[in-house]
């Protein structure tokens, strides 16, 4: 059964530097998304991503965050300059439409800290 | 206003009984979607059960039952003959709108599920 993949599993990084999560959807997947939990809450939309461009972003996603899908299977998130408060697990997720409703299938998961 | 109410903390239940965990939901489109996942120790997200706004049967899943109620605005979770393996966190979650949108979390219920 396909799935979505993230990589790494855990990301250990210093304030201040640049880390890239990693994701690869389901493949005939068009809609995108990142997620994050910060420890013991609930589940926050980052950003969705439709036909190579965002299609919708939370204040979360600020300057600091970027996304691309650098070729036809890879979906990344960028944090350029890491702050103590983006420690989380970061989700990627993907979806089509149809009749499932347009259900989300969530990958494993980064967990990111941030020292 | 929260968009997704889950007042239940946490729960217990007996294993092979069942449980209910409650949702409810504030929106003021007409075309939506409702989705609970199942978020174990191990932190992956895993898709459960989805209701289409304009569903009229419940959605049913194995031993997953989905008890929406249009006019309530509630979309509770049903868990037939409760298993060890079902103790988790338990997430409800809204799609407004289009099916590319994004999911709105609510903040989860905790079940334990006692031999």
């Known amino acids: 059964e396909p799935e979505v993949t993230q990589t790494p599993s855990h990301q250990v990084t210093q304030m201040g530097q640049e880390v890239i999560l990693r994701c690869v959807p389901i493949?005939?997947?068009?809609?995108f998304y990142w997620y994050r939990q910060i420890l013991g809450q609930k589940v926050e939309f980052l950003v969705s991503?439709?036909?190579?461009?965002?299609?919708?972003k939370s204040e979360i996603f600020d300057d600091q965050f970027s996304v691309e899908r650098p070729d036809g299977s890879n979906f990344t998130l960028k944090i350029r300059s890491t702050k103590l408060e983006d420690s989380a697990m970061y989700f990627c997720?993907?979806?089509?439409?149809?009749?499932?409703?347009?259900?989300?299938?969530f990958g494993p998961g980064t967990r990111l800290l941030v020292l | 206003a929260q968009k997704i109410t889950q007042t239940q903390p946490g729960m217990f239940v007996q294993e092979k009984e069942a449980v209910t965990l409650d949702c409810t939901y504030d929106?003021?489109?007409?075309?939506?979607?409702l989705f609970w996942y199942k978020q174990p120790s191990s932190g992956e997200m895993i898709f459960l059960i989805y209701?289409?706004?304009?569903?009229?049967q419940n959605a049913t899943e194995g031993r997953y039952s989905l008890n929406f109620q249009k006019a309530r605005k509630s979309a509770n979770l049903v868990i037939s003959a409760s298993q060890l393996g079902d103790s988790a966190m338990y997430f409800c979650?809204?799609?407004?709108?289009?099916?590319?949108?994004?999911?709105?979390f609510g903040q989860g219920t905790e079940l334990s599920v006692k031999p």
């Open positions: 997720a993907s979806s089509r439409t149809g009749q499932d409703g347009g259900t989300q299938y």
């Open positions: 493949s005939n997947h068009l809609y």
């Open positions: 991503f439709y036909n190579n461009e965002i299609s919708e």
């Open positions: 929106t003021s489109d007409q075309s939506y979607g």
């Open positions: 209701q289409g706004s304009y569903d009229e």
């Open positions: 979650a809204m799609r407004e709108g289009h099916q590319g949108g994004k999911l709105i």
